[in-house]
Nanobody
């Protein structure tokens, strides 16, 4: 049974930074791509960033490119999302996810993932 637990969310001012963490268990995560998604109230879940099994390849949504950085530490079964220069429109619940075996790069669709965390709230005030 795959289990993903996110942490690191909170309330920050616009322009500040947060780092989200996601710890996984129940699978050898180093073999799979990982991703971050977010969901604002009344909106669909949207892709934020993903990286391949080694972390050597990364891909970002245009809205966060240059501000967010995804990384992983396979020895710790952990994926990170460093978020800088936060904006009000970044306010959402952030979810990490583990990629489905055989999915094609980059994994930008929710259908490319088969395990999800419970989410962590990020609120950016102006």
């Amino acid at each position: 049974q795959v289990r993903l637990v996110e942490s690191g969310g909170g309330l920050v001012q616009a322009g500040e930074s947060l780092r989200l963490s996601c710890v996984g268990s129940g699978r050898t995560f180093s073999n799979f791509p990982m991703g971050w998604f977010r969901q604002a109230p009344g909106k669909a879940r949207e892709f934020v960033a993903c990286l391949n099994w080694s972390g050597g390849r990364t891909y970002y949504a245009e809205s966060v490119k240059g501000r967010f950085t995804i990384s992983r530490d396979n020895a710790k079964n952990t994926v990170y999302l460093q978020m800088n220069s936060l904006k009000r429109e970044d306010t959402a619940v952030y979810y990490c996810a583990v990629g489905r075996f055989g999915s094609s790069w980059p994994q930008t669709s929710v259908d490319d993932y088969d395990g999800w965390g419970q989410g962590t709230q990020v609120t950016v005030s102006s």
